[in-house]
């Protein structure tokens, strides 16, 4: 089974190629140059594997929730090699990607968070199985302090920026519940392609026009009145502000 995959949803850019269980990927830390990385790095790819377009099964998108333009820009990259090849699409969360990062034993529970700016993260828990992931959850956007773990699992794993997003807030209130935090990870392509291939075995592709992204909220940038509203309400909480405890 041969599989294109794209992950651009958030500051890193990665594209990675399955080829029978083979995995070859390139990846970046990038901002605003996902556009004009991702198809030359599919194009030197599919030649490193020696595979052809017209070779391929499928194509893989992680479909948010992330950065709006990444999001969208996976999207319309990979309805429009599909389209071309009339080959099926698999659409992941870009959360379900981003665990995979945790590299965790059977049974481990991990809360994947990636950092939705605007004093919010994206946030969705999984159970590490035999067989890949299963969420335990919805994805959701909310404020750190919002997150909540489900169960009462003592020991979970952390893995993404939404950790170290306003100052560290969400790592800071959920400390005691996790053995190991990796603030810094970030979706890679190459995760992408693992559980994509999983899914295409059991014939969770579909057609490129039904793939959705997964943007979780609506507006893309606080109005000024929300902006200093925000601003004020940390003031306020700050130790020492008047009119504080």
């Known amino acids: ?63 948010g929730p992330g950065a709006f333009t990444g999001v969208r820009l996976a999207i319309a990259l990979v309805q429009g090699i599909a389209l071309a090849l009339d080959r099926p699409v698999v659409a992941r969360s870009t959360l379900e990607v981003l665990a995979m990062r945790a590299q965790a034993a059977p049974g481990t529970q991990v809360l994947a968070a990636i950092d939705a700016r605007m004093g919010e993260v994206y946030s969705q828990a999984f159970v590490h199985e035999a067989d ?30 939404g950790f170290s997003a306003v100052d560290g807030a969400l790592q800071s209130r959920l400390r005691a519940r996790f053995a190991r935090i990796d603030a810094t990870a970030l979706p890679r392509a190459a995760d992408l392609a693992h559980i994509a291939a999983a899914a295409f075995a059991r014939g969770e592709a579909v057609a490129p026009e039904r793939v959705e992204p997964a943007y979780l909220r609506d507006n893309v940038a606080l109005t000024l009145v929300e902006q200093i509203a925000l601003r004020a309400s940390r003031r306020a909480a700050e130790p020492g502000t008047p009119g504080t405890v």
């Open 1 to 63: 089974m041969k599989l294109l995959a794209f992950e651009t949803a958030t500051e890193a850019c990665s594209v990675a190629i399955w080829d029978d269980g083979r995995v070859l990927e390139r990846f970046e830390i990038a901002p605003r140059r996902h556009a004009e990385l991702a198809l030359p790095w599919a194009e030197a790819l599919l030649a490193e594997a020696g595979i052809a377009r017209s070779q391929l099964d499928a194509v893989a998108v992680g479909r």
């Open 132 to 161: 890949g992931l299963r969420a335990l959850g919805p994805a959701r956007v909310s404020a750190p302090d919002a997150v909540e773990l489900p169960g009462d699992a003592a020991a979970w794993s952390g893995v993404g920026t």
